[in-house]
């Protein structure tokens, strides 16, 4: 089975390698076949660099949309419960006598212009 390494693995071979400049010395040292040091040699240190950055800015994207998913399913509660509270509220009311402003009335009152 093919052993996987991840990019900042590589990044610290190639690094070593750049230092000791022996692929044997820095095969022995990270655990690594001499073949395979040298491929990621030939892919080069910029590359896995990049793809370092690339791999941050993914995992910083996603913890930003994973916080917003939270945040969208705390509102999404809020307004649940407000609902209830609201439901609850105006039948507490109606059984209570409570009266309520008749559309018409209701509607004159909000055509008056505020007085200044």
């Given at each position: 089975m093919k052993r996987r390494y991840q990019n900042q693995f590589k990044i610290e071979a190639l690094r070593y390698l750049r230092n000791v400049k022996?692929?044997?010395?820095?095969?022995?040292k990270f655990d690594v076949h001499m073949s395979t040091l040298a491929s990621w040699q030939q892919i080069g240190l910029e590359t896995f660099l990049q793809r370092e950055q690339a791999n941050l800015l993914?995992?910083?994207?996603?913890q930003d949309a994973r916080a917003l998913?939270?945040?969208i399913q705390r509102l999404e509660q809020e307004n649940s419960v407000l609902r209830q509270t609201v439901r609850h509220y105006f039948n507490e009311s109606d059984r209570e006598g409570f009266a309520t402003v008749p559309k018409a009335q209701a509607s004159r009152n909000n055509m008056?212009?505020?007085?200044?």
């Open positions: 022996s692929i044997s010395k820095a095969a022995r993914v995992d910083a994207r996603n998913l939270q945040r008056r212009p505020f007085a200044r």
